[in-house]
T-cell receptor
Framework: GESVGLHLPTLSVQEGDNSIINCAYS??????FIWYKQESGKGPQFIID?????DKRQGQRVTVLLNKTVKHLSLQIAATQPGDSAVYFC????????????FGQGTELSVKP | GAVVSQHPSWVICKSGTSVKIECRSL??????MFWYRQFPKQSLMLMAT?????????EQGVEKDKFLINHASLTLSTLTVTSAHPEDSSFYIC?????????????FGPGTRLTVT
């Protein structure tokens, strides 16, 4: 069935290093993805999105890459800071089903000072 | 802009009682709001899609008679957990779509922690 999943549940990086968080999906028709950051006890925050007509999109310190051939996307965080410590989710936006989101498993990012 | 609030932020109730959670879009109108449930160390699971003025659409496996959703206005949706039991203890999060902006983007509330004793 359709799913959006993550390769690793936890990721620990040194402050200042770059972080890469991965996400795999199974439905080749999926064409709109969003990355969210969720801090402990809070709701998810939008980070960046990407549609299938793009393979890369950049934001402030973040880059999302989409590889439709292998159905994989990644979130890269440059110069990771302690404030980046959180759980990161990729989600598929099913805009043809009222815009509901299907969330992946999540990766907990821990930044060591 | 695009702020979504939830009330209460946390609630403790006794088994068998009902509890209502409110989700409000503070500075925009939202014809569609979504309700999610999240257990510790797990992902968000969509429970239902709430459209203003119509019945909610529930995801498979979610009991509509247990989780009552009302979306009476463009800025307010409520989720009532009826006859709550300890297994309903969870983090409940709502989100809302802003009509004015990117149709795909949802804004999330801060969540409501429900503990059923």
């Amino acid at each position: 069935g359709e799913s959006v999943g993550l390769h690793l549940p936890t990721l620990s990086v040194q402050e200042g290093d770059n972080s890469i968080i991965n996400c795999a999906y199974s439905n080749s028709a999926s064409d709109y993805f969003i990355w969210y950051k969720q801090e402990s006890g809070k709701g998810p925050q939008f980070i960046i999105d990407i549609r299938s007509n793009m393979d890369k999109r950049q934001g402030q310190r973040v880059t999302v890459l989409l590889n439709k051939t292998v159905k994989h996307l990644s979130l890269q965080i440059a110069a990771t800071q302690p404030g980046d410590s959180a759980v990161y989710f990729c989600a598929e936006n099913k805009y043809n089903q009222g815009g509901k989101l299907i969330f992946g498993q999540g990766t907990e990012l821990s930044v060591k000072p | 802009g695009a702020v979504v609030s939830q009330h209460p932020s946390w609630v403790i109730c006794k088994s068998g009682t009902s509890v209502k959670i409110e989700c409000r879009s503070l500075d925009f109108q939202a014809t569609t709001m979504f309700w999610y449930r999240q257990f510790p160390k797990q992902s968000l699971m969509l429970m239902a899609t709430s459209n203003e003025g119509s019945k909610a659409t529930y995801e498979q496996g979610v009991e509509k008679d247990k989780f009552l959703i009302n979306h009476a206005s463009l800025t307010l949706s409520t989720l009532t957990v009826t006859s709550a039991h300890p297994e309903d203890s969870s983090f409940y999060i709502c989100s809302a779509r802003d009509l004015q902006h990117n149709v795909g983007e949802q804004y999330f509330g801060p969540g409501t922690r429900l503990t059923v004793t």
